[in-house]
């Protein structure tokens, strides 16, 4: 039985777009699409609060969302599902036995930080399956997957997965890593030398990312970039044009599952395009 795609909506602008990548993404994989609303009824007792009028809503409006994802992937096998719980919860559990979970997003005021955080941070750094964050559907004309490097097994996890996700949309891969100078105390006559082995030492590294990516991938092209500039930096500026942005996940468990890495974190709160978190 193929897991399914799961995506979250409540009627936003922002999860009408996550919606259509969604369905997009499923029809890509010939997985079905389950259509979630959660209603938030986190609280033990709230549960009289659940009346036939609030059902109504629910159920009408994830069935409105589910016309909409059979209009962006005709075809498209369709499940609808009204949950109790907080859209967090509800997603986080579902990722259990999904290949993918997608939810929408949207530029944070600084209240919204402090106060409530982003649902779409909460998936991703939760979730036990890859979790796509969809800010707004990217241009048709944007024809390259980026992706980092850093050397570690979950950059080379994102890695993988940024190459299977351009092979199957027929995109390129953009494959950027981000090196800066360490701190450190040398003799100013010999600075010169020491970044240039640092950044080929950056080089080499960066090669080694993409090695056998051209055996498993044939018809992938591939390009390379060696930057200097904080990690994060470089990735959001390289997505600018970009169709979806791959970062890696720590591969955590327990409380430390929810908290993700400074870069995905940063790049999560502040993808100009669709950002996809592989959980190492």
Same mark, same amino acid.
């Given at each position: 039985?193929?897991?399914?795609?799961v *995506?979250?909506?409540?009627?936003? =602008?922002?999860?009408?777009?996550?919606?259509?990548?969604?369905?997009?993404?499923?029809?890509?994989?010939?997985?079905?699409?389950?259509?979630?609303?959660?209603?938030? +009824?986190? !609280?033990?007792?709230? %549960?009289?609060?659940?009346?036939?009028?609030?059902?109504?809503?629910?159920? %009408?409006?994830?069935?409105? %969302?589910? =016309?909409? #994802?059979?209009?962006?992937?005709?075809?498209l096998?369709?499940?609808? !599902?009204?949950?109790?719980?907080?859209?967090?919860?509800?997603?986080?559990?579902? $990722?259990?036995?999904?290949?993918?979970?997608?939810?929408?997003?949207?530029?944070?005021?600084?209240?919204?930080?402090?106060?409530?955080? $982003?649902? &779409?941070?909460?998936? @991703?750094?939760? &979730?036990?399956?890859?979790?796509?964050?969809?800010?707004?559907?990217? @241009?048709?004309?944007?024809? /390259?997957?980026?992706?980092?490097?850093?050397?570690?097994?979950? $950059?080379?996890?994102?890695?993988?997965?940024? #190459?299977?996700? &351009?092979?199957?949309?027929?995109? $390129?891969?953009?494959?950027?890593?981000?090196?800066?100078?360490?701190?450190?105390?040398?003799d100013?006559?010999?600075?010169?030398d020491?970044?240039? @082995?640092? =950044?080929?030492?950056?080089?080499? +590294?960066?090669? =080694?990312?993409?090695?056998?990516?051209?055996?498993?991938?044939?018809?992938?092209?591939?390009t390379?970039?060696?930057?200097? %500039?904080?990690?994060a930096? &470089?990735?959001?500026?390289?997505?600018?044009? #970009? /169709?979806?942005?791959?970062?890696?996940?720590?591969?955590?468990?327990?409380? @430390?599952?929810?908290?993700?890495?400074? !870069?995905?974190?940063? !790049? *999560?709160?502040?993808?100009p395009?669709? *950002?996809?978190?592989?959980?190492?």
């Open positions: 039985m193929t897991r399914p795609v *995506v979250g909506v409540e009627g936003t =602008e922002s999860s009408h777009h996550a919606l259509v990548w969604a369905a997009r993404a499923a029809l890509s994989r010939h997985a079905p699409l389950h259509v979630v609303h959660a209603v938030g +009824l986190p !609280v033990v007792g709230l %549960e009289t609060y659940w009346d036939d009028s609030v059902e109504r809503s629910a159920k %009408e409006l994830v069935e409105q %969302e589910a =016309e909409r #994802a059979r209009d962006a992937g005709p075809g096998d369709v499940v609808t !599902v009204v949950d109790q719980e907080s859209p967090g919860r509800a997603l986080t559990h579902r $990722s259990r036995d999904a290949q993918l979970v997608v939810v929408g997003t949207h530029r944070l005021t600084a209240a919204e930080r402090i106060f409530s955080g $982003s649902l &779409a941070y909460q998936v @991703a750094a939760g &979730a036990h399956c890859p979790v796509a964050v969809v800010p707004t559907l990217p @241009a048709d004309v944007t024809d /390259r997957v980026v992706v980092g490097a850093d050397g570690s097994a979950d $950059s080379l996890d994102a890695i993988r997965a940024a #190459a299977t996700e &351009a092979d199957r949309a027929g995109l $390129s891969l953009h494959v950027v890593h981000a090196w800066q100078q360490p701190a450190v105390y040398v100013v006559s010999l600075l010169a020491y970044d240039r @082995a640092v =950044e080929e030492a950056a080089r080499v +590294l960066l090669g =080694e990312s993409v090695a056998g990516l051209a055996e498993d991938f044939p018809d992938l092209v591939v390379q970039d060696l930057v200097q %500039e904080q990690p930096t &470089a990735l959001l500026d390289a997505a600018q044009d #970009a /169709r979806l942005l791959v970062v890696g996940s720590r591969g955590l468990h327990g409380v @430390a599952r929810m908290l993700l890495g400074s !870069v995905s974190h940063a !790049v *999560v709160l502040h993808t395009c669709p *950002v996809l978190v592989v959980r190492g």
